[in-house]
Every structure is written in C-alpha cells, then in structure tokens.
C-alpha cells in the first residue's frame, strides 16, 4: 500500500515535498513514479527513479524544479517541488512497480491515494 501526503495551497514560486509512504512490501526492490492529474485530462507522468536512486526521469516541464528522492531506509519516495506555477496545479499520485516500463506507462500496480496540489497566481 502507498499513502501520499505533503499536497497543499501554496503561491506562485512557492515550494511543497510530498511523500509517499510504503508498507507491506520491500520498498527497495520497486521503481517509483510520480503520476499528476487535472480533471478532465489524461494523467500524466511527472517522475520515476530506479530502486537505488541513480537513475531519475523528468517530464520537461518540470525538469529543473521538481526532485524525486527516496529513502529506502523509511520506505518514502518523495518529490521537492520548487518554483510551483499555477499549471502544476493537480493531483499528484504516487506509483510503484518492480517494472521500469508499467511505472512509466502508469500501469504500476500500486497507487497511492493522490494528494491535491494548488498554486494560485
């Protein structure tokens, strides 16, 4: 199970870190992701990282502002979201897989339960 929290209301420029806390499996043996969604559109992919951390992925709009970070230690991914602009406004979903691909393709067979992130201009 993943339980995402850290979402809130926060001004244009301003910065959040999310977290998404897994239990119930061996956290370092899966990718993680970072999914976004608006109402009415398609989720979207907003990050991944690799089970020890080195290697990361970033949609390019967020390339730059937003860090994916994990530490196995505590079973927690998270994603420090800096320069937060209105159009990162969603809600933000994480997901897990000992696939590469399905977390990528947002086909992870576990989600968390998503947290709501609002920047107003």
């Known amino acids: 199970q993943l339980q995402a929290s850290g979402g809130g209301l926060v001004q244009a420029g301003g910065s959040l870190r999310l977290s998404c806390a897994a239990s119930?499996?061996?956290?370092?043996?899966?990718?993680m992701g970072w999914f976004r969604q608006v109402p009415g559109k398609r989720r979207e992919l907003v990050a991944t990282m690799t089970q020890s951390g080195s290697t990361t992925y970033y949609e390019d709009s967020v390339k730059g502002r937003f860090t994916i970070s994990r530490d196995n230690a505590k079973n927690t991914v998270y994603l420090q979201m800096n320069s937060l602009k209105p159009e990162d406004t969603a809600v933000y979903y994480c997901?897990?897989?000992?696939?590469?691909?399905?977390?990528?393709?947002?086909?992870?067979?576990?989600w968390g339960q998503g947290t709501l992130v609002t920047v107003s201009s």
């Open positions: 997901t897990a897989d000992s696939s590469l691909s399905a977390v990528i393709l947002g086909r992870g067979g576990s």
């Open positions: 119930g499996r061996t956290f370092s043996n899966y990718y």
